[in-house]
Nanobody, 120 residues
Framework: QVQLVESGGGLVQPGGSLRLSCAASGSIFRINDMVWYRQAPGKQRDAVASITRSGITNYADSVKGRFIISRDDAKSTAFLQMNSLKPEDTAVYYC??????????????WGQGTQVTVSS
């Protein structure tokens, strides 16, 4: 029943900005934390930014100062504002949520991913 859908990816010029969204739907009771990951071709999937239910954030060193993670609990949605984008940011971006439903305990759920391409 739980679905996570990422959106907002696309092609952007170096130095540009992009805002990703991750919308969770289904019989969700509580979302504890949400994490944005990214995976470039031939590389492992790495965490980029995370945010807890209380609003505590963490960022990978590679994006610190450029990316901002936020959440809207009323909409069960997480966002990733990406500024000063570099070609190295090119990857498929995935959303992961640690949440509980009305009938099940906390578990991790993944979205399908959205492509971000930074190129001139």
């Amino acid at each position: 029943q739980v679905q996570l859908v990422e959106s907002g990816g696309g092609l952007v010029q170096p130095g540009g900005s992009l805002r990703l969204s991750c919308a969770a739907s289904g019989s969700i009771f509580r979302i504890n934390d949400m994490v944005w990951y990214r995976q470039a071709p031939g590389k492992q999937r790495d965490a980029v930014a995370s945010i807890t239910r209380s609003g505590i954030t963490n960022y990978a060193d590679s994006v610190k100062g450029r990316f901002i993670i936020s959440r809207d609990d009323a909409k069960s949605t997480a966002f990733l504002q990406m500024n000063s984008l570099k070609p190295e940011d090119t990857a498929v971006y995935y959303c992961n949520a640690y949440l509980s439903t009305y009938t099940s305990a906390f578990a991790h759920y993944w979205g399908q991913g959205t492509q971000v391409t930074v190129s001139s």
